[in-house]
């Protein structure tokens, strides 16, 4: 086991602190940081010119002022779109934050980071050569990064790009022949869909020595239920509510 799992924390700040600041912007990931939390979960995808930005959706629509796939929009558009607005006009002004700003900007924070490679089916391989040469120059080694994504080809190329961290597979359910899939992007987690919870699967990923990470609780009471049946940390939009019993 990579010796990054030994510093993770029960709770994870889900896109910051999502909950109560406009997700994977900067304002977020201070928050997540002011309200306690140590590790924060963040979303990667490129630009249509292949520039790393923090952003969870395909399209631009929910989040900014902007139109379309982010994946066809190029930086030049990117940098000029507002990503705090939709959420309160306390927030006008937020960028979408590029990977090389944000990465920076995480650890003068102090905060633990799980990255999730966000790519539509068949940019995988783009995408991580996007990200690891930024990750490589401006992330300290020494401090705690999981690597994770529901596509298998983007953490098999990370695995060949940045073999030095770990990685976290991303399923919604744990399925049966979850070992082999995890053996196959060279995977030392899994990040579950809470609804899908099953206790014989968790056991199962447990005892084989895995860490099982379940995302997204926002609930302190189903949060102690995960707990107890061996999940190892939950992602939440509200690290405030979850971390008075989980410090
Ligand atoms: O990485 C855990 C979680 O963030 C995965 O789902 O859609 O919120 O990125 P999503
Ligand atoms: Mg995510």
Redesign the pocket.
């Given at each position: 086991m990579h010796p990054f799992y030994d510093q993770l924390s029960f709770v994870?700040g889900?896109?910051g602190a999502c909950g109560h600041a406009p997700e994977n912007t900067l304002a977020s990931f201070r928050l997540a940081k002011q309200l306690g939390a140590k590790w924060i979960?963040?979303?990667v995808c490129i630009s249509a010119d292949g520039v790393p930005y923090i952003f969870?959706d395909d399209r631009l629509e929910r989040c900014t002022n902007g139109k379309g796939l982010i994946a066809r929009t190029h930086s030049s558009e990117l940098d000029k779109l507002d990503a705090g607005l939709w959420y309160g006009e306390a927030f006008r002004g937020e960028a979408i934050p590029r990977l090389d700003t944000f990465l920076p900007a995480l650890q003068q924070l102090g905060l633990n980071l799980?990255l999730?490679i966000?790519s539509p089916l068949g940019l995988e391989a783009q995408t991580t050569e996007a990200i690891a040469p930024i990750i490589r120059r401006l992330w300290n080694p020494q401090t705690p990064l999981i690597l994770?994504s529901?596509t298998p080809h983007a953490l098999i190329s990370a695995r060949k790009l940045l073999p030095e961290y770990p990685r976290?597979l991303?399923l919604d359910c744990i399925p049966s022949d979850w070992q082999a899939r995890m053996a196959e992007c060279g995977a030392e987690s899994i990040?579950f869909?809470d609804p899908f919870a099953e206790q014989n699967s968790i056991t199962a990923v447990k005892n084989a020595g895995y860490k099982v990470?379940c995302?997204?609780i926002n609930n302190p009471q189903r949060a102690a239920e995960l707990k107890n049946m061996g999940v190892d940390a939950v992602?939440t939009d509200v690290p405030d509510a979850l971390l008075k019993q989980n410090p």
């Open positions: 994870i889900h896109r979960e963040t979303d969870h799980n999730e966000k994770s529901f976290g991303n990040h869909y990470l995302f997204t992602f």
